[in-house]
């Protein structure tokens, strides 16, 4: 059962995504329980604060404890001050207060995932590598190891909370995305990285369903705890839709708001294009996305500039690796396998996402990609070179001198990485 609404055009009045979310949470069976809220860290455009409020409100009341995770995947934890900005009220010591009740007001944990510590884990069950061939169309074959933070073992409902737009490794995000990668073990988040990366992020990205997506379902099944979902379709003005009851159902029902409202098709590539990344990508690693949204409408041999003045890191939890491997085609790790086999897959996928299609030829060690990255952040000219990356001043952009409507050959987007490109006409 979903309760939901979505428009395809205009956003939902505050009293209708209030009335909707209220309902919803009223036919979720928690009363007496402990309830663990997973939700978005701050690279996702989220009303979290009033979601914050309206699940107190609804919950709070109902529950024995309302906890909440956040699904970092490998992203950096959240400190008391960027979780006071992210729910609305002041985090200290990761607890904040929650509703009033007879005995006064409840304390709520906000827990960081740390996918890092591998005493955070419960082994659940182990995927077999035939299912996985099936799953996957042939593409890996492998037993896969299912583990998830072990709160959602002692816990006795668990809420996902977020929002879904296109995505580069999923196809859309949310859902029980937020168990796989959000808060798994470092092993199944590698594998169904690089299983994106073995599809592309071109061919992926804005899809319903697709093998990660698969296996993202078939190891959920795994968890045993009862879990709904409160899946939102926001934009930068205000949400275009919510879903609540059923994680599949719920989220499906968003994901086809999310390709009509995350969607902007366009008759012809672009060859030129300046991806604007606002502040809450913090570097690369995330900002990354005003590649994965842009590339399906560029032209080949067009460039995509990222335009991130604030971004003085490629990542602040992988740049090591980054700087080992640097910034590649899928076809050019494929093709030298023995060489890269040791990195962590989920590394080899941001590389290769990042760098977009391309081909490799290994007789001459020629690495040719379809669209050239070029970084305008504040990451040196010789570390983008040793990355395998263009540099660009970001100072000589006048982003005044850039078209932002369609119909350029050249476009500016002034807050990329949440909205995908695509040529042609719309699905009906």
Known sequence: ????????????????????????????????????????????????????????????????????????????????????????????????????????????????????????????????????????????????????????TEYDHILICGPVFPHEVAGFSGGAKYLFPGIAAPSIIHFTHWLGALITSYEIIGTIDTPVRAVIDRAAAFLDTPTSLVALVTTHDGVAGVFCG???????????????????????????????????????????????????????????????????EVSYVHGSLLDEIGYHCRDYFVEQWARFARYPGGILAHSTHLKGCGTFEPANAVETPRVEVTLATAIPRERCEHINLGYLDHHTIDRDEWPTDLGHDTLLVPRAGEVLYRVGQPPN
């Not at 009293?15 to 919803?24: C, P, Q, S």
């Not at 159902?249 to 390709?259: G, H, L, P, T, Y």
């Not at 900002?287 to 003045?309: F, L, R």
Request: proline share 6%; net charge negative.
């Open 246 to 312: 059923d994680v599949r159902a719920a989220w499906r029902e968003a994901a086809r708001v999310s390709s009509r409202r995350h969607v902007v098709w366009v008759d012809s590539p672009f060859d030129r294009v300046v991806s604007v990344m606002p502040s809450m990508y913090a570097d690369m690693w995330t900002a990354a996305k005003g590649m994965y949204k842009m590339e399906p409408a560029m032209a080949d041999g067009g460039e995509v500039i990222i335009y991130a003045p604030h971004v003085n």
């Open 1 to 152: 059962m979903v309760i939901g609404k979505g428009v395809a055009e205009g956003l939902l009045t505050a009293e209708e995504f209030d009335a909707t979310a209220r309902e919803g949470l009223r036919t979720i069976q928690v009363d007496g329980l402990r309830v663990l809220v997973l939700i978005p860290d701050g690279t996702r455009t989220m009303p979290m604060p009033r979601m914050f409020d309206i699940l107190e409100r609804e919950l709070g009341p109902r529950v024995a404890a309302l906890d909440y995770l956040v699904a970092l995947g490998t992203h950096s934890p959240m400190t008391d001050a960027q979780l006071t900005a992210h729910v609305g009220r002041p985090v200290v010591n990761g607890m904040t207060a929650g509703a009033d009740s007879t005995a006064g007001l409840k304390q709520r944990r906000i827990f960081n995932h740390r996918w890092d510590d591998p005493s955070v884990f419960v082994t659940l069950g182990t995927i077999p590598a035939t299912d996985i061939a099936a799953l996957t169309d042939g593409k890996l074959s492998q037993d896969v190891p299912v583990a998830l933070n072990r709160l959602v």
